[in-house]
């Protein structure tokens, strides 16, 4: 078992770094020449307060794209992460406002219910072998429809536990520094992304995901129980689904429930554009983070620019095709 | 290589993007924050906005998110709109207490904020410029009244019973019926959430229950709809049919005499209104609570006057 790992181990390494750190070099640099030209089309871009907007707008996305990451790596795709973040933001809705249980438990119920989300989309693919894609579309669906159903259609309000708008709106930082008042949602993205970046790269968890997406059936003939580990790694991404949802809800200071279709999609997005590879096998959470950073600068940008809005739209897409295309030229030449 | 070809095309597109609309003179900057862009109506209140934009020479964007229930996305518009330091800003909130903080940053900035459509649920906005839909409904009501001869038994299929419009579409039909036309009933109002399929089963209820109903009014185009729907099911003949907004299906019903008549808003008013009065607000000048932007009936014989085919969608 140990040996096959010890084999594989070196060459996935290499591609890592050779490759990764080239895609990640090549976001980052399309990323402060976005903020540069748009520093210079528009006087004001570049405030502070139109920075923490920015930041704050990558904080939800951020974290969705952080946890379709891991899924990604594994060769699979997540496209429930969207209507699951709605999920766990209404059961929160549930525990706080309709049951009245304090702040704690809202948190605990959002993160375990993402969680238990991701166990069972896991549990569709590895043990009924279900396509990631249709397993999790089937989940995207249930979850959209179960928020509707438990809400009863209409935003359930946190006006009664004090406190819960400012895990999002607050700002610690901003206490300490007071010129600097990044909101929470922020620095929670900050902690999400360096502790998944941590698993990714020291644990076994972390290896397995990269195994799984390189070459499963060969993890798999070495005797590992790659099911078991598929389900896990669905469910941390369910689990870091669930702190998204209570990043919007607390944002919103409500959950929306019909809120979530099209945020997958986004997620993705910004996951490709930070050299994941839809193939599986490759990806880091740093360049995830910058995709996420692209996408939001992009769009306050052009905002700011009063871009006419189908073009906003266009140019997006633009973008996108962009960094995949680079993707692409760079993986044929390795 | 490849990273300087693509940097080079990312920068020339930009620069692009930059030199044309940045245009940044001192000319009055009012952007609308609204409720939705693709659907028929917001291009049509943006259609207002623009001729408003043009007649008082100020500059207008108009932005909203694909679709209602993106509420965050129409938070980080409106923080986008507000780091523009705008003269002004139009808004029409998707959920009002998700935007407070962002209006509230406004309003210790000394924008003024105009709401439009539904408007915000606060005091900070100057005005609001949204149909009255008390008197729009009083309209149907003296519609229905005029097509039925005056008495006999009426029904009510409205979209919800919580929502602003809702309310008042509901009760400008009721009041105006109980204080004009005495000999007119209500026999009945029913929710079908403005949803098509559920309002046809409400409205097909309704005319079993009351085979000598005269007539049906349905407070959006969802219920609107659903009730023309349940009057072609049923195979009723005779029943009086009037609708709320528009959109093909039921301008269709009209051309095809299911549907009798409907009342329209006037979304270009809307959107002329809304930068007229964000003007206005910039200069100081003292605005009323809500400004009526006007509603129109229309039927098969005025379907096609311009003023009318102007503010009809599809």
Known sequence: MSQTIEATQPRQ????ISSGAQQRLLAFASLIVLL????????????????????????????????????????????SVGTMMTFTAVMTGVVLTYLGMPLPLGVVTAIATGAFCGFCSGTFIAKM??????????????????????????????????????ISRGSLIGEIIPALPIPNGVLILFIVAIAASYVLSNTVLGRYTFALGSNEEAVRLSGVNTDRWKM????????????????????????????GLGYELEAIAAVVIGGTSLS??????????????????????????????????????????????????????? | MLSRRTLIGAISALGLLAASPAAQAEEMFIPLISKGFQHQFWQAVKAGADQAAEEFGVKVTFEGPDN???VDKQIDMLAAALANKPSAIGFAALDSQAAIPLLKQAQEAGIPVVAFDSGVDS?????????????????????????IGGSGKVAVVAHDQTSRTGIDRRDGFLNQMKEKYPNIEVVSVQYGDGDQLKSTEVAKAIITANPDLKGIFGTNEGSAI???????????????????????????????????????????GIGYETVKAAVAATKGEDLPKVIDTGFYWYDKSNMDDPKIAAVLYD
Do not use: C, H
Not at chain 2, 238 to 262: C, H, N
């Open chain 2, 226 to 268: 659903g009730v023309v729907n349940a009057v072609r099911e049923t195979g009723t003949e005779g029943l009086v049919v009037i609708g709320y907004d528009s959109g093909t299906a039921q301008k269709e019903a009209i051309m095809d005499g299911t549907m009798a008549g409907a009342i329209t808003q006037n979304p270009v």
């Open chain 1, 232 to 259: 896990a790694v669905y469910a941390l991404a369910g689990g870091i689904v669930g702190i998204g949802g209570l990043l919007i809800a607390s944002r919103l200071n409500s959950a929306q429930p019909a809120l």
């Open chain 2, 68 to 70: 209602e229930t993106m």
């Open chain 2, 123 to 147: 005091d900070i906005p100057v005005t609001t410029a949204t149909t009255d839909n008390l008197a729009a409904a009083g309209l149907a009501a003296d519609k229905m009244a005029e097509m």
């Open chain 1, 129 to 166: 072998k279900i396509p990631p894609f249709i397993a999790t579309l089937g989940m995207m669906l249930i979850l959209k429809g179960l928020s509707l159903v438990i809400s009863g259609t209409r935003p359930i309000y946190f006006n009664d536990t004090p406190g819960f708008d400012l």
């Open chain 1, 280 to 334: 599986g096998g490759r990806g880091t959470i740093l360049g995830t983070l910058i995709g996420a950073l692209i996408m939001a600068v992009l769009t306050n940008g052009l905002r700011v620019l009063s871009v006419a809005q189908e073009w906003q739209t266009v140019v997006t897409g633009v973008i996108i095709i962009l960094a995949v295309y680079a993707d692409m030229l760079r993986r044929r030449k390795v």
């Open chain 1, 13 to 16: 390494k290499k591609a890592l």
């Open chain 1, 36 to 79: 540069i030209v748009f520093s210079i089309a528009s006087p004001n871009f570049m405030q502070t307060s139109n920075m923490i907007a920015i930041l704050q707008a990558t904080s939800v996305n951020g974290v969705l794209a952080v946890a379709a990451t891991l899924v990604i790596i594994t060769g699979g795709i997540d496209l």
